[in-house]
């Protein structure tokens, strides 16, 4: 019982050392790089400041193109039946523009993020958007799992 005991106040004590690490880097006029830099030379190398230190890239990363872009643009509506293009054509159409804002945040992940960060911030966006690809050609895989997650969200309901 008293390990237990001095191991949660070494885990209280860890956890507040972080939360004053990342309200520091937060509210400090500082660029991305020297954010991370400053985490990981206060906090070390560890999960939590690896998904910290994620945390910061994905957000810097969004407040950058909502700055250079003028906002995100609302996704036009779908067609109408008896409208030119299908449903299908319009989430095709969807899913290949969404490919390419991936590419494009890749690209600007690449150019911001320091190296091996950028790497695997890159690849991820890539990765993702090779699947919305894959998703836009096999439009039935997307309808089995839209339907496998709304049956697993209603049993988890009941």
């Known amino acids: 019982m008293d390990a237990a005991a001095a191991n949660r106040g070494a885990l209280r004590s860890h956890i507040s050392r972080i939360r004053e690490t990342i309200e520091r880097a937060l509210n400090a006029d500082t660029t991305l790089a ?3 830099r400053t985490l990981f030379r206060e906090q070390g190398v560890t999960i939590t400041s690896i998904l910290t230190a994620f945390g910061f890239i994905v957000s810097t990363s969004v407040l950058a193109i ?3 872009s003028g906002g995100v643009t609302p996704a036009p509506t779908p067609p109408t ?3 030119q293009g299908t449903v299908t054509d319009w989430v095709k159409k969807q899913l290949k523009t969404l490919v390419g804002w991936l590419k494009t945040l890749a690209g600007k992940a690449t ?3 320091p190296g091996v ?3 695997i911030v890159s690849w991820l966006l890539k990765t993702v958007g090779s699947v919305a690809v894959w998703l836009a050609e096999h439009l039935w895989a997307l309808a089995v799992a839209l339907v496998v997650a ?3 969200v209603y049993r988890n309901r009941l």
């Open 150 to 152: 709304a049956t697993a």
């Open 66 to 68: 909502q700055r250079g």
């Open 34 to 36: 020297e954010r991370i």
């Open 117 to 119: 960060i950028a790497v």
């Open 111 to 113: 150019a911001v993020l």
């Open 81 to 83: 039946p008896g409208s």
